[in-house]
């Protein structure tokens, strides 16, 4: 029988001392501490290693499972970890577009964009651990959750392809209103400091608002991206790998895409429609099952489709605006 957890103590200390050295690395040795502008070239760089090392990981899982387990187990999750990858880092890539817009709205200097950025991923390592063993647990105890979560996904995939088109209003945002009515908050940034001393009181740089909108979209898009991933796989050690792995690329990715996050308006309907998917997938799994490499290959086609469309597209707007 399939074991229902592949990870061993020594596995789950191994995983989250690799992520703390890689945190220690960036602040301590590349300057993670420091303010400064990412350049291209250095955002380039992170995505290449990132993704090298998620590779490497997603070998050495395999090597290891395969000599404990043998081939099909070993198989079966490596391509768990890829789908629970690719979906995680697919919607990751939408919380980007919100990051985006809290950037602007407050018109964050890009120097001090990183730092913030990293707290944000210190926050959603926390979060996701949590939430991840929350599910996992639930899931376990209640086996009907996983058809709640197939209908919640759907929902929300309906949801983001109505309203996929429309921008938030952070005016509106009752977070931010109710920060604005119970903190201090001073109108200009004082570096990358959350807080200052002024006029012998604490006051709130707007740097904290930022952080604190940040935290809230990373929670907001862990409540859809974890029901997602148990569509495909209930080990908490797939789903915390891969939810990490894709958590830790998307700053470098953020820096990398940022300027260009408009050409790709139409990945939200992308994501809307692998969330309706996954959700579909989830509420048949009685009467439907699906081989991993299928999921794999329907979520890997929706996105990649969605991503081109919005090239091609993108790419004739601006022929028209140039004749």
């Not at 301590?28 to 998620?54: M, P």
């Not at 200097?109 to 991923?121: M, N």
């Not at 990358?192 to 604190?212: I, N, Q």
């Not at 080990?235 to 996050?261: C, E, H, K, W």
Request: with cysteine; aromatic share 14%; hydrophobic share 60%.
């Amino acid at each position: 029988m399939q074991p229902l957890n592949i990870g061993e103590l020594w596995m789950w200390v191994a995983f989250i001392v690799f992520v703390v050295a890689m945190l220690a690395v960036d602040l301590f040795v590349f300057g993670g501490r420091k303010a400064h502008r990412v350049s291209v070239r250095e955002a380039s760089c992170w995505v290449i290693a990132w993704c090298a090392l998620t590779l490497t990981f997603a070998g050495l899982l395999w090597w290891y499972l395969h000599g404990e387990f043998g081939p099909e187990i070993a198989r079966r999750k490596t391509l768990e970890f890829f789908t629970g990858y690719l979906i995680e880092q697919s919607l990751s890539i939408d919380n980007m577009f919100v990051f985006v817009m809290i950037f602007s709205y407050f018109a964050v200097p890009a120097e001090l964009q990183r730092r913030v950025l990293l707290y944000g991923v210190l926050g959603a390592i926390v979060m996701r651990g949590m939430m991840i063993l929350a599910g996992v647990w639930l899931v376990s105890q209640f086996a009907w959750l996983l058809y709640a979560f197939g209908v919640f996904l759907i929902i929300t995939g309906i949801k983001m392809l109505a309203f996929a088109h429309q921008r938030p209003d952070l005016d509106k945002n009752p977070l931010l209103r109710w920060m604005h009515g119970r903190l201090r908050v001073t109108d200009e940034f004082h570096g990358d400091h959350f807080f200052v001393m002024k006029e012998g009181r604490h006051w709130a740089t707007p740097m904290f608002l930022v952080l604190v909108l940040i935290e809230a979209s990373d929670l907001m898009f862990a409540v859809d991206s974890i029901p997602a991933i148990f569509a495909i796989t209930t080990d908490p050690f797939i789903v915390f790998t891969s939810n990490i792995f894709a958590i830790m690329g998307l700053r470098a990715l953020y820096f990398l895409l940022a300027d260009m996050a408009d050409r790709f308006h139409l990945l939200k309907y992308g994501l809307a429609i692998v969330l309706v998917f996954i959700g579909a997938k989830m509420t048949l799994i009685p009467w439907l099952h699906m081989p991993i490499e299928w999921s794999l290959a329907v979520v890997g086609g929706i996105i990649l489709t969605s991503v081109l469309l919005s090239l091609i597209l993108t790419r004739k707007e601006d022929q028209i605006r140039s004749l």
